[in-house]
């Protein structure tokens, strides 16, 4: 199993330009999650999917959608990159009735 | 409102001593509390977790955590730190009495140098 799998693993945008970040897992789990780490802030989350079919904002939202296309996958979507978008973002899926989330390796983008 | 405090931004320690990160939170409900790791360029693996039970909670690599109710702390801990624990440390919590179950307020995040 490959687990959770992100691309672009890095990405440079230019202000205004748009891009999505995709996600999947194969571990057949129900939620999947956004989040986006900055240094000395943690993990914030940015829109999550308890199942397929639904999803719902987090902590940070704004200038961010989202499309869960199936269970497998759940899309991260910038349609205006702004410079305060540059982050690390990562995704993490979660099986029903558990707590661990598992998460995948990151897309480091920077939006100049 | 809940919150998550890792008051150190890094921690050094010797190898073969023992090891503490600490962390405080605050929740309006039971606390549900996690510990997770980054190591460079990786995502975040799950160490342990605390849901009910016992105080003392074991995970993984020989880390454990102390649930401390009327300090509001869930410290990690590790007897005998080894360098290849050097790595991100994540203090999570989830309010375990609302139906806002999906969300985790995490910690900003504790660096662990094990020196050796």
């Known amino acids: 199993n490959a687990g959770v799998t992100q691309t672009p693993k890095f990405q440079v945008l230019k202000t205004g330009q748009s891009m999505t970040l995709q996600c999947a897992q194969d571990?057949?789990?129900?939620?999947m999650y956004w989040y986006r780490q900055d240094p000395g802030m943690g993990l914030r989350l940015i829109y999550y999917?308890?199942?397929?079919?639904?999803?719902d904002k987090g902590e940070v939202p704004n200038g961010y959608n989202v499309s869960r296309l199936n269970k497998r996958e759940f899309s991260l979507r910038l349609e205006s990159a702004a410079p305060s978008q540059t982050s690390v973002y990562f995704c993490?899926?979660?099986?029903?009735?558990?707590?661990?989330?598992?998460f995948g390796p990151g897309t480091r983008l920077t939006v100049t | 409102a809940q919150s998550v405090a890792q008051p150190e931004d890094q921690v050094n320690v010797a190898e073969g001593n023992p090891l503490t990160v600490k962390c405080t939170y605050s929740?309006?409900?039971?606390?549900?509390l996690f510990w997770y790791v980054q190591y460079p360029n990786r995502g975040l693996q799950f160490l342990l977790k605390?849901?009910?039970?016992d105080n003392l909670v074991k995970g993984s690599y020989g880390f454990e955590a102390e649930f401390n109710k009327s300090q509001t702390s869930f410290h990690l801990k590790k007897p005998s730190a080894l360098v290849s624990d050097s790595a991100l440390y994540f203090c999570?919590?989830?309010?375990?009495?609302?139906?806002?179950?999906?969300?985790?307020?995490w910690g900003a995040g504790t660096k662990l140098i094990i020196k050796p």
């Open positions: 993490a899926s979660k099986k029903a009735g558990s707590y661990e989330q598992y």
């Open positions: 571990m057949n789990h129900n939620s």
């Open positions: 999917s308890a199942s397929e079919g639904t999803t």
């Open positions: 929740v309006s409900g039971n606390p549900y």
């Open positions: 605390y849901i009910t039970g």
């Open positions: 999570a919590v989830r309010d375990g009495d609302t139906d806002r179950n999906y969300q985790l307020i």
